[in-house]
């Protein structure tokens, strides 16, 4: 595939057709990194009719280069850095340490707007897809590997619309495996590679895990 998509839902439902053979799997979970991944993996989630659930993970910008990923943040105090950026910017752990601070209480705040009272989802011994808009760096996605793995599934699979390269292949050495629909030698920028890469709002995460919830799984609610 060489055409841009749609936009992240449009993503999402080209993605959930190469990964058809876990349709009605049991023990299976869908978990998106919000923002972006929550509407790709609405569509997959909903494709395969299994459980949609989040995975916080907040990425640590490079200071005046926000997109730019010296590490990641997630929940239960995992923290993975990104050396090769650290070490040719020379960005002192001070630097680092106040950004987590702040990224923190963002990550925080995201998991009382989207979770609520709501328990987190059991992983042990399930297979999880991990979903997200796009892959750069990757850090951001290995700080939720790290979270998930902690949780010991039985399988983890990453499943993203792009990606870079280097990143798809060093990830696939981390999880048991990683679906990619476009591996662009010169990524530049994710948002380059969908027609429409406007911000996904905390409205639009609330909604579609509501929404998911009725389809895939009525016994849970979220608010």
Known sequence: MTSKFRDRRDAGKILAKR???????????????????????YEIANSLNTPLDICLVRKLGVPDQEELAM??????????LNYDVINSLGIDSKIIDNVAIKELQELQRRDRAYRGDQPLPKIKNRTV?????????GSTMRAAIAIVKQQQPQRLIVAVPVAAPITYKELQAEVDEVVCLVMPESLCAIGLWYEDFSQTTDVEVRYLLAQSSVINNPDKTYA
């Not at 590490?71 to 993975?80: D, E, H, L, Q, T």
């Open 19 to 41: 990964i058809t053979a876990y349709t009605n799997s049991q023990d299976l979970l869908v978990l998106a990194l919000p923002r972006g991944g929550v509407p790709v993996a």
């Open 71 to 80: 590490g990641a943040i997630a929940s239960g105090g995992v923290r993975v």
């Open 129 to 137: 897809i991990l979903v997200d808009d796009g892959i750069a760096t």
